[in-house]
């Protein structure tokens, strides 16, 4: 069986501000993301490409996306295990690469997921089942960049 979801957003640009005027230049990449019932995103792009870097850009978004998603899977597969997370924490890093025509592309993504767990006895299997939430991972399934991960995991004393 094939099940079958759909998100949506609203996103909101203009070219003028609130008043009607013209925007400045360097401001016109500000826009805002909505989804029914949530809190409206303020979304630039990303500083060196001339936007507002106290907004979020759809780069910082995408990363987000991907470390979250790796860390429910993640939790769902220890789960299935018997693994108990105590805590589960990710400086993850995307590389973007620019081409010579203007456009670019995120080459690679790199997670570092830091988990602690309870118990000893299942810390290799907790290591290695970041391979495993990776392969069903709904976001790294959709990107054709590679998901890298650098796990470590400790035990909680």
Same mark, same amino acid.
């Given at each position: 069986? &094939?099940?079958?979801? %759909?998100?949506k957003?609203?996103?909101n640009?203009?070219s003028?501000?609130e =008043?009607?005027?013209p925007k400045?230049?360097?401001?016109?990449k500000n826009h805002?993301?909505?989804?029914d019932?949530?809190?409206?995103?303020?979304?630039?792009?990303?500083k060196?490409f001339k936007g507002?870097?106290?907004?979020?850009?759809?780069e910082?978004?995408?990363?987000?996306?991907?470390?979250s998603c790796?860390?429910?899977s $993640?939790l $769902?597969?220890c789960s299935i295990?018997?693994?108990e997370?105590i805590? $589960?924490?990710? &400086?993850a890093?995307a590389?973007l690469e620019?081409?010579?025509n203007? =456009?670019?592309?995120?080459?690679?993504v790199i997670?570092?997921?830091q988990?602690?767990?309870?118990d000893? %006895?299942?810390?290799?299997?907790a290591?290695?089942?970041?391979?495993?939430a990776n392969?069903?991972?709904?976001?790294? &399934?959709s990107c054709k960049?590679?998901?890298?991960? %650098?796990p470590?995991?400790t035990?909680y004393n």
């Amino acid at each position: 069986m &094939n099940d079958q979801h %759909t998100f949506k957003i609203s996103l909101n640009w203009c070219s003028k501000d609130e =008043s009607g005027n013209p925007k400045l230049r360097g401001k016109t990449k500000n826009h805002s993301i909505k989804v029914d019932g949530k809190q409206e995103l303020q979304i630039s792009a990303a500083k060196a490409f001339k936007g507002d870097h106290s907004l979020y850009n759809p780069e910082e978004l995408l990363l987000s996306s991907l470390s979250s998603c790796h860390m429910m899977s $993640y939790l $769902y597969c220890c789960s299935i295990h018997h693994i108990e997370v105590i805590s $589960y924490i990710d &400086n993850a890093e995307a590389i973007l690469e620019l081409n010579s025509n203007g =456009s670019g592309e995120i080459s690679k993504v790199i997670l570092n997921p830091q988990v602690v767990i309870k118990d000893e %006895t299942m810390k290799q299997l907790a290591i290695d089942l970041h391979k495993k939430a990776n392969d069903l991972c709904f976001i790294a &399934n959709s990107c054709k960049f590679p998901v890298k991960h %650098t796990p470590v995991v400790t035990v909680y004393n």
